[in-house]
């Protein structure tokens, strides 16, 4: 909101606050061209979001960022449990070096994890995005990275 009166521009993006991750909006309020305030609107990240987002677009998520010496799924539409979190690349997305894809499995099946950096509107990383995929059996026998 600061950035927004003193810039009187929109900040969108994801925000880390006090009650964890959230994506939040605020945009400057002008009243005949004058900047009277600005008005915010934002909502939690957390699974009901995703399970909306994975309606619309048919495809598994989880948001993941850094707690204490490891990592937390703070939201996501399926389980994930931890020998799916690939921590290696976990910590190569927060220190922003990219995305990558990961070959993981559990008694579930084998999977490929896409995981890559969330950045807030700042433009600093606060969490990873998974994208765990199921691998169909004809994928099982190619060369995909572990």
């Not at 002008?30 to 048919?58: C, P, T, W, Y």
């Not at 976990?90 to 499995?105: F, W």
């Amino acid at each position: 909101m600061v950035y927004t009166n003193e810039k009187r521009r929109p900040a969108i993006g994801l925000d880390r606050g006090r009650f964890g991750l959230g994506i939040r909006g605020v945009v400057p309020v002008l009243h005949r061209e004058v900047h009277i305030g600005s008005l915010e609107f934002g909502m939690a990240v957390n699974d009901q979001l995703l399970a909306a987002i994975k309606e619309h677009a048919d495809f598994d998520a989880a948001i993941v960022p850094p707690v204490d010496d490891g990592f937390q799924v703070i939201a996501g539409t399926r389980q994930m449990p931890a020998e799916l979190l690939p921590t290696a690349a976990l910590r190569q997305a927060l220190e922003q070096k990219g995305t990558t894809v990961v070959r993981s499995a559990n008694a579930g099946g084998e999977f490929l994890v896409h995981v890559a950096p969330l950045k807030d509107f700042a433009g600093n990383t606060v969490a990873a995005l998974l994208l765990p995929m199921t691998l169909p059996p004809v994928w099982r026998h190619c060369d995909v990275p572990s």
